[in-house]
């Protein structure tokens, strides 16, 4: 334990720093986990939500420097690419079951193996 008070004082200062931002983080993580779960249910519109909420959660963090803005910024980003990739995914899924069934088959082509070809002899 430190013998004088004001290192008493900054370790209880510590300490309530160190709880709050326990909390701001378990908001942070709790939304991101929220959008995740709900774009691999398939619940969309909970998840454009969920992804509003996070993205609040992510910029408060930063602004109180809790998480760096470079983090907050990447975290943000990552979550955006995974949901915009489920939703179109979605989408790619309906188009292309509808395209299988009138696509025709393809082969494809037989390619003739090239020729070896002499070099010539020049005479000295």
Same mark, same amino acid.
């Given at each position: 334990m430190p013998i004088k008070k004001n290192a008493i004082k900054y370790m209880r200062v510590t300490a309530h720093k160190t709880e709050k931002n326990k909390i701001v983080?378990? =908001? =942070?993580?709790?939304?991101?986990? @929220?959008t995740?779960? +709900? !774009? =691999?249910?398939g619940k969309? *519109? *909970? +998840? $454009? @939500?969920?992804?509003?909420?996070? $993205?609040k959660a992510l910029d408060k963090a930063a602004e109180k420097n809790i998480i760096k803005k470079? %983090? #907050? #910024?990447?975290k943000k980003s990552r979550l955006n690419a995974f949901v915009k @990739? #489920?939703?179109l995914s979605k989408d790619e899924v309906k188009k292309t079951t509808t395209k299988k069934a009138a696509a025709k088959k =393809? %082969? +494809?082509? @037989? !390619? #003739?193996p090239k020729k070896k070809v002499a070099a010539k002899k020049v005479a000295a």
């Open positions: 983080k378990g =908001v =942070v993580k709790s939304a991101i986990k @929220k995740r779960e +709900a !774009v =691999v249910a969309f *519109d *909970d +998840a $454009q @939500k969920f992804y509003k909420e996070a $993205q470079n %983090t #907050a #910024a990447n @990739k #489920a939703f =393809v %082969t +494809a082509k @037989k !390619v #003739a």
